[in-house]
Nanobody, 114 residues
Framework: QVQLVESGGGLVQPGGSLRLSCAAS????????MGWYRQAPGKERELVAR??????NYADSVKGRFTISRDNAKNTVSLQMNGLKPEDTAVYYC?????????WGKGTLVTVSS
């Protein structure tokens, strides 16, 4: 049973930083890719960042501000978010893909506000 558990969300002022973590219940080597998505109120879920092996890609809106990384020993994927903007406010979801099947965490809320 694959489980993904996010942590690290919260309230932060514009310009601040947060680090999200996603802990997997299985070895992350099991996954062909892992990533972070977000969904703001009234909007569709969108890809924020993705890592497959050592290859990363980012949404244009977060390039240069967010960094995705993986810790194979801890079976975690993290998202370092710097220079946060109010428009980054959303529920952030961890995603993992295995054999063309997607697994999702329950999400963690990030609120950027003064």
């Amino acid at each position: 049973q694959v489980q993904l558990v996010e942590s690290g969300g919260g309230l932060v002022q514009p310009g601040g930083s947060l680090r999200l973590s996603c802990a997997a219940s299985v070895s992350i080597f099991s996954f062909s890719a892992m990533g972070w998505y977000r969904q703001a109120p009234g909007k569709e879920r969108e890809l924020v960042a993705r890592i497959s092996g050592s290859i990363t890609n980012y949404a244009d809106s977060v390039k240069g501000r967010f960094t995705i990384s993986r810790d194979n020993a801890k079976n975690t994927v993290s998202l370092q978010m710097n220079g946060l903007k109010p428009e980054d406010t959303a529920v952030y979801y961890c995603n993992a893909r295995m054999s063309a099947k997607d697994f999702w965490g329950k999400g963690t809320l990030v609120t950027v506000s003064s």
